[in-house]
């Protein structure tokens, strides 16, 4: 699944091209992804201009003039595709400008998402409401931290992952921020002290931004609206590299958290 980078990559590559641009028309190539598409979407999106694009936690928002944002997720296996050569069979939302370009919204497996929301409205939107702090934002602090992880014996992992905590974060790069934190994953999160989230935040950030100049992570079919792939994962240095060696000899490790595998090396993370 496109986690937190690979979606800022989409953003910053679309805006490059899209901002400031009128759309001319809208395509839509079926009814539905994950579920229907707003039964008003061409007609608010036709016409409009494309105002500023931006991400909340693993969401794409495209703002228009006409006090709407348009927001997609990428499910598993969706990107967006920046002039193609020709609209293909999973092509399911087509936006072209007023100057000829295209867009097309790309998703084979359909678990993605797109929601049109009144811009003065996107705090209090359903997914946005109770969202913690975005993990690169001044918001997120070993204070924070401590207070939100306060009296919790769930595993530090398992917090870090819920959004309502810090939004946006995902499971490798849950992992690697560990890692460097040299934070053991299953630890009470309550019981973290806070020299460890002093060093916890600072990975959070520098695995989160590595990641987002390296393209991203490339995990099965994801690529950029370029169709570049993302090569972060040459990066990984615990996650999908069960039993194989880490940096200090020992062997990497796996077990499985809430339904999700978590890699960690049990000498450097105590």
């Known amino acids: 699944m496109p986690e937190l980078p690979e979606v800022e990559t989409t953003v910053r590559g679309l805006a490059r091209h899209l901002e400031g641009q009128r759309i001319a028309r809208v395509q839509l190539h079926r009814p539905d992804l994950r579920r229907p598409f707003p039964p008003d979407l061409v007609q608010m999106l036709t016409g409009a201009r494309i105002t500023g694009l931006s991400r909340r936690a693993k969401y794409g928002l495209i703002a228009t ?8 997720h990428l499910g598993m296996s969706g990107r967006w595709r920046i002039e193609p050569d020709a609209i293909g069979k999973h092509d399911h939302l087509v936006l072209e400008t007023e100057d000829g370009a295209i867009f097309a919204l790309n998703d084979p497996r359909r678990f993605g998402s797109v929601d049109l929301v009144a811009t003065d409205m996107l705090d209090s939107w359903g997914p946005f409401a109770g969202m913690g702090p975005e993990p690169l934002g001044e918001d997120l602090t070993p204070a924070y931290l401590r207070r939100a992880f306060a009296g919790r014996i769930a595993p530090i992992k398992q917090l870090l992952l819920d959004q309502r905590i810090v939004a946006g974060l995902g499971n490798i790069y849950v992992c690697e921020a560990l890692f460097r934190a040299r934070i053991r994953p299953a630890k009470a999160a309550g019981r973290v002290s806070l020299a460890a989230l002093g060093r ?3 990975a959070i950030r520098a695995v989160l931004i590595e990641s987002i100049e390296a393209g991203g992570s490339t995990i099965r079919d994801y690529a950029q609206p370029t169709g570049e792939l993302g090569y972060f994962a040459k990066s990984w240095q615990v996650y999908g590299r069960e039993g194989e060696t880490c ?4 062997s990497v490790a796996r077990f499985v958290q809430g339904g ?10 105590k």
């Open 200 to 202: 916890l935040v600072p």
């Open 247 to 250: 940096a200090c000899g020992t």
């Open 260 to 269: 999700r595998s978590t890699f960690w090396c049990p000498n450097c993370q």
């Open 65 to 72: 003039d006409r006090d709407h944002t348009l927001i997609f």
